[in-house]
């Protein structure tokens, strides 16, 4: 296959909740072998298709008509834009990676100790039990921390410093979906399912 294969897909899990954000690519892997089915809204309602019904219904739509598509060696085939999970125990999530990009927005570019949130390059990543006594590299015991806290802190344990956290750090269950889609084009058929606050979608739209 060929093509625009860059195309970003929304994925809901089978109660129609979005999970995530893949590219087209592992999109048509998870249609291929049936992990998941395409949504296709037409007039307002939406269509559950298998992968080969999405296949037949590509080759009928003479034009791409504004869609992006793959090319096969035979055919043109859309870029789904919603895919549905078919398994609900078999979550294609990616476990988020452990990079000071995801800590950053796991904890939403919020200082976890004064509660403010700041542009990254004011950020720090702090340890909470410092290195130096034992405390790990994880998810859970590294935060988002501004300069002046963490400088505050030092390598010191919060108490020792007065200070708290604003919550427990925990390793994120999935990459934090709303940062992701923010970032760039939103199709406006996932807007039926992302619960954006409305100035978020004011942005969108
Ligand atoms: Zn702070």
Redesign the pocket.
């Known amino acids: 296959m060929e093509g625009c294969l860059t195309k970003r897909v929304l994925v809901l899990n089978r109660l129609w909740q979005a999970v995530n954000v893949i590219g087209s690519k592992r999109a048509f892997s998870l249609l291929s072998q049936e992990h998941a089915r395409v949504i296709h809204s037409i007039d307002d309602d939406f269509h559950v298709l298998q992968f080969t019904e999405w296949v037949d219904y590509s080759i009928t739509q003479h034009s791409s008509d504004g869609w992006d598509c793959v090319r096969t060696v035979r055919w043109e085939i859309r870029v789904p834009k919603i895919l549905l999970l078919s398994h609900y125990d078999r979550l294609p999530m990616k476990e988020v990676k452990f990079t000071r990009q995801s800590l950053f927005e796991r904890d939403n570019f919020t200082?976890?100790?004064?509660?403010?949130t700041?542009p990254q390059k004011n950020l720090n990543l702090d340890h909470v039990i410092p290195r130096e006594r034992g405390g790990k590299t994880t998810w859970e015991n590294i935060v988002t921390?501004?300069?002046?806290?963490?400088g505050?802190k030092g390598n010191r344990l919060p108490h020792e410093a007065s200070m708290r956290l604003v919550r427990k750090p925990q390793r994120p269950k999935y990459r934090p979906f709303i940062n992701f889609v923010l970032g760039s084009d939103l199709d406006e058929s996932w807007l039926n399912f992302l619960n954006l606050p409305k100035n978020k979608l004011r942005q969108v739209g």
């Open positions: 200082c976890q100790y004064c509660r403010k700041f921390s501004c300069l002046r806290c963490n505050r």
